[in-house]
């Protein structure tokens, strides 16, 4: 009997440490307008992984950039900043049409890594770490005009 009562002790000693990992904050992503969806909450266990469907802004666009923040909440401006990412080889076609599946995939020690399609196309993505710090900017969805000059934060 003893015996027994010591295993059960040590069966739930082991589980109580023996805890999946998680994710320390949510993860949310930027819509047109500023607001921000969660794709990720806070506790959830890793790995893990969503999809989510994005479009372009403006005919003809080849590309789209998706701003990835750590928090939740409903504003992005309100979240920080985690990495903008370009998504390039979307197929030209009018405003809206293409649907571009973005999948978002924390793995096991909280890395965050990005993968895009178009139908059966697998599309370049790449993460953006010289894009300035802006206060405001483009459309998550949209590709910013070339003659469009994005708010700098002022030097400190």
Request: glycine share 6%; with cysteine.
């Amino acid at each position: 009997m003893r015996r027994a009562l010591l295993a059960i002790l040590l069966v739930v000693a082991c589980k109580r440490q023996a805890r999946p990992p998680s994710l320390g904050e949510a993860i949310s992503v930027e819509q047109p307008g500023g607001s921000a969806s969660q794709l990720f909450s806070q506790g959830s266990e890793i790995p893990t992984s969503a999809t989510e469907s994005f479009t372009t802004a403006k005919d003809n666009e080849k590309r789209l950039l998706v701003h990835v923040l750590r928090g939740a909440g409903r504003t992005a401006a309100n979240l920080k900043s985690e990495a903008w990412w370009e998504v390039d080889g979307v197929s030209p076609a009018r405003a809206a049409e293409p649907r571009v599946m973005v999948t978002f995939e924390v793995d096991a020690q909280g890395h965050l890594a990005l993968s895009a399609r178009e139908d059966d196309r697998r599309l370049s993505v790449k993460k953006l770490d010289d894009l300035p710090s802006v206060k405001t900017a483009p459309s998550p969805l949209a590709e910013p005009d070339d003659d469009e000059d994005l708010e700098e934060d002022p030097p400190e």
